[in-house]
């Protein structure tokens, strides 16, 4: 992705997330010269990976398929310092911007639709250890109600309802046609590096064009900020 299409789409972000008066973090709305300001009394922010992030998994693509996020808390697994053992997003699907099949091995996740349109998503159970999509009925929990579907059909979220995705369920979603949805995430402790099984090989992080400066540091910016390479 052009660093210049990630700025337009945090600023958009930041506009949309106002629009519902949802309001995050201070860091947030640091510059990149702000990080430098700093110093450990904020390791926490680089070590859980917190902030912003969004992936076109690769395909060059992002509208049509992408995910904005903002991690605004997280733990650390094995970590005797970062002992949350939960995590909190906030994201944007756009209208039919795809989240690209995928599961997770050890993370159970609430995903909530915020507002906005409705949020559809498309389930089927892990066959085994392997990438493979099972063809056998899914069992979910819609706001404390089983939900028994085909595998594969529709599901629908209107704006207040959520849903519960337990480890090995796979799961694409996006927003309906027509509308933009604001999505909340509950879950245990995230690890983009060590949990996502996909169904078909993605990149998780962007490779970035750097056609003009960040206007806000992504997670994946901050970790080499960290490191002292940017």
């Not at 005797?80 to 756009?94: D, F, G, H, L, Q």
């Not at 337990?166 to 604001?182: C, I, Q, R, T, W």
Request: proline letters at 5%.
């Amino acid at each position: 992705m052009k660093r210049s299409e990630i700025n337009r789409e945090i600023r958009l972000a930041e506009e949309f997330f106002a629009s519902f008066q949802f309001k995050l973090p201070p860091f947030a709305a640091y510059k990149p010269e702000d990080w430098r300001k700093h110093g450990s009394e904020i390791r926490e922010i680089f070590d859980c990976e917190l902030g912003w992030d969004l992936t076109d998994f690769g395909r060059g693509d992002f509208r049509r398929i992408g995910l904005l996020l903002f991690t605004i808390r997280n733990g650390k697994i094995n970590s005797p310092v970062y002992t949350k053992p939960y995590a909190e997003k906030i994201m944007i699907s756009r209208s039919e911007q795809v989240t690209l099949m995928h599961c997770h091995e050890s993370k159970t996740e609430d995903i909530i639709n915020r507002g906005g349109g409705r949020l559809v998503f498309e389930l089927f159970n892990r066959k085994g250890s392997a990438v493979e999509l099972d063809d056998t009925p899914v069992t979910v929990s819609r706001d404390g109600e089983s939900v028994t579907i085909a595998a594969g059909e529709k599901l629908y979220l209107e704006p207040g309802q959520s849903i519960t995705l337990k480890p090995n369920l796979f799961h694409k979603f996006y927003a309906e046609a027509g509308s933009d949805v604001m999505i909340g995430e509950v879950s245990a402790v995230n690890d983009d590096h060590n949990d996502n099984v996909f169904h078909e090989p993605q990149l998780r992080f962007p490779v970035i064009e750097e056609d003009e400066p960040p206007y806000r540091l992504l997670v994946s910016d901050l970790l080499l900020f960290s490191q002292g390479k940017k």
